[in-house]
């Protein structure tokens, strides 16, 4: 196919010269349709340690109250609300990462609720979580823990800290106290994620790192 252009390195017009538009599409669009579908609902899930979640306030706020104010509470401190005040409903057989399956979260309110019966794929929610790499510290491991079966239930991060009656001090602790650490898998997750997610720059600097002893073990 041949185009009539006047300049030959303008892709953009030499695009729009060339493109035919047939009698369907013209139909769709002047009933404004939709073009493409997104589904499931993708719901990006805040994960900070405790006490260090990023917080906006005015020079003459109080500080102190804000952080006790549950309308202020992250999507996270909403999780561990939720299996403190409801410790015999269905969230507590809920991880974290898997929670927008059943609940919804209210940005107003701060808070999580049930979700109504899914009746098709279109309806459905899935929860993403940030990427993270073994040399941004112990939110790395936190992670880890926040989509294991684990954090099922938990109601604070010390509560997710504890494993057997023992309350360690860091995330990665409890990681390797759960065995979450005792081979490659993460090693291998991390890097697929990264992969997927990053440029390859990135994908790099994270081999190198890991490579070097900065791997997830």
């Known amino acids: ?19 035919i538009i047939g009698p369907s599409e013209v ?6 349709y939709g073009l493409h579908h997104r589904y499931p609902t993708c719901t990006s899930l805040t994960i900070h340690l405790e006490n260090e979640q990023t ?12 952080l006790n104010d549950p309308q202020k509470a992250t999507q996270l401190q909403a999780f561990y609300n939720l299996n403190r005040d ?6 507590v057989t809920l991880k974290y990462v898997d929670f927008p399956e059943k609940y919804v979260w209210h940005q107003r309110s701060k808070t999580w609720e049930k979700r109504k019966e899914v009746t098709s794929i279109k309806k459905e929610a899935i929860g993403t979580l940030p990427l993270l790499q073994p040399n941004m510290g112990d939110i790395f491991y936190l992670k880890l823990l926040l989509t294991h079966n684990h954090c099922k239930g938990k ?5 997710l800290r504890t494993v057997g009656g023992t309350t360690f001090d860091t995330c990665k602790e409890t990681c390797m106290a759960l065995g979450i650490l005792g081979d490659d898998t993460e090693w ?8 997927v997610a990053s440029r390859p720059n990135s994908f790099q600097n994270t081999f190198a790192n890991n490579y070097n002893g900065e791997s997830p073990k």
């Open 55 to 66: 917080v906006y306030f005015e020079e003459d706020d109080d500080l102190v109250a804000m």
């Open 155 to 159: 109601k604070s991060e010390t509560d």
């Open 1 to 19: 196919m041949m185009a009539s252009v006047n300049n030959s390195d303008d892709e953009i017009q030499t695009f729009a010269d060339m493109r």
């Open 188 to 195: 291998y997750k991390c890097l697929d994620e990264v992969e």
């Open 27 to 32: 139909f769709w669009r002047y009933g404004d």
């Open 86 to 91: 409801n410790p015999t409903e269905e969230n």
